[in-house]
C-alpha cells in the first residue's frame, strides 16, 4: 500500500463540520503536516503537529494524532464553501522531503 | 502568499524541448525542494538543494537537473520533454532543510504542458 492514504473525497454542507482521514506507515517522521490546496494554486500550509503531540487547535483546525494506530485527522469546524479544496496530509521523508498523500477533494454544499 | 515566488506560472512546448523553470525561496530560507504534480503520480520529491549544494535526490528523471545558484535561487531544467512530464512542478524552501526541525513553504507552481 501507499505510505500516506487518505481517502479522495469528502462531502459536507456549510456549517458542518468536517473531517479529513490519514494513516501513515512510517512513524519516525518528527513531523504531521496538513496542506491545502485551492484549484489553480500551490500548497498552501495549514497546520501542523509534532510527533509526541496528540491534538493541536489552531482557531477553526483541530488535528488529532493517534501515534499507536499511525492515524492522523484535520477537524474544520463550521465548514464554509470557501474551505473547499484538495486536503493534503504529508509526513517528514528521510531525506528531509515531504511524503504526501494523493489528497482528499473536500466539497462544501451551500 | 507564502513568499515563494516560481517562473513562469504556464508554460506550453512540444516533445523533445528543453525548459528551464525558475525558483525563489523565501527570504532567509537557504534550502529548496522541487516537486511534480501529476494526476497518476500525485506529488513527488525530485531534489533537493542547501546553500547551492544537491542534499538529497528523489524521484528525478535523468533527463532532468537543476540546481541552485549564490543568491539561492534554484532552476530545474526538464531536457527531451515527454508527453508524460506535463505536470505541475512545486519548489519549495525552508530554513536549513531539516523536516525534524522546520517546515516547507510551497511555491505556486508552474504549469508544464508537453504537446
Known amino acids: 500500500g501507499e505510505d500516506v492514504e487518505q481517502s479522495l473525497f469528502l462531502s459536507v454542507r456549510e456549517g458542518d463540520s468536517s473531517v479529513i482521514n490519514c494513516t501513515y506507515t512510517?512513524?519516525?517522521?518528527?513531523?504531521l503536516y496538513w496542506y491545502k490546496q485551492e484549484p489553480g494554486a500551490g500548497l498552501q500550509l495549514l497546520t501542523y503537529i509534532f510527533s509526541n503531540m496528540d491534538m493541536k487547535q489552531d482557531q477553526r483546525l483541530t488535528v488529532l494524532l493517534n501515534k499507536k494506530d499511525k492515524h492522523l485527522s484535520l477537524r474544520i469546524a463550521d465548514t464554509q464553501t470557501g474551505d473547499s479544496a484538495i486536503y493534503f496530509c504529508a509526513r517528514g521523508g528521510s531525506q528531509g522531503n515531504l511524503i504526501f498523500g494523493k489528497g482528499t477533494k473536500l466539497s462544501v454544499k451551500p | 502568499d507564502s513568499g515563494v515566488t516560481q517562473t513562469p506560472k504556464h508554460l506550453i512546448t512540444a516533445t523533445g524541448q528543453r525548459v528551464t523553470l525558475r525558483c525563489s525561496p523565501r527570504?532567509?530560507?537557504?534550502?529548496v525542494y522541487w516537486y511534480q504534480q501529476s494526476l497518476d503520480q500525485g506529488l513527488q520529491f525530485l531534489i533537493q538543494?542547501?546553500?547551492?549544494?544537491?542534499?538529497a535526490k528523489g524521484n528525478i528523471l535523468e533527463r532532468f537537473s537543476a540546481q541552485q545558484f549564490p543568491d539561492l535561487h534554484s532552476e530545474l531544467n526538464l531536457s527531451s520533454l515527454e508527453l508524460g512530464d506535463s505536470a505541475l512542478y512545486f519548489c519549495?524552501?525552508?530554513?536549513?532543510?531539516?523536516?525534524?526541525?522546520?517546515?516547507?513553504?510551497f511555491g505556486p507552481g508552474t504549469r508544464l504542458t508537453v504537446l
Open positions: 527570504s532567509g530560507d537557504l534550502s
Open positions: 538543494y542547501y546553500n547551492g549544494e544537491e542534499r
Open positions: 519549495a524552501s525552508s530554513v536549513v532543510g531539516d523536516h525534524r526541525t522546520d517546515t516547507q513553504y
Open positions: 512510517d512513524s519516525s517522521s518528527t513531523y
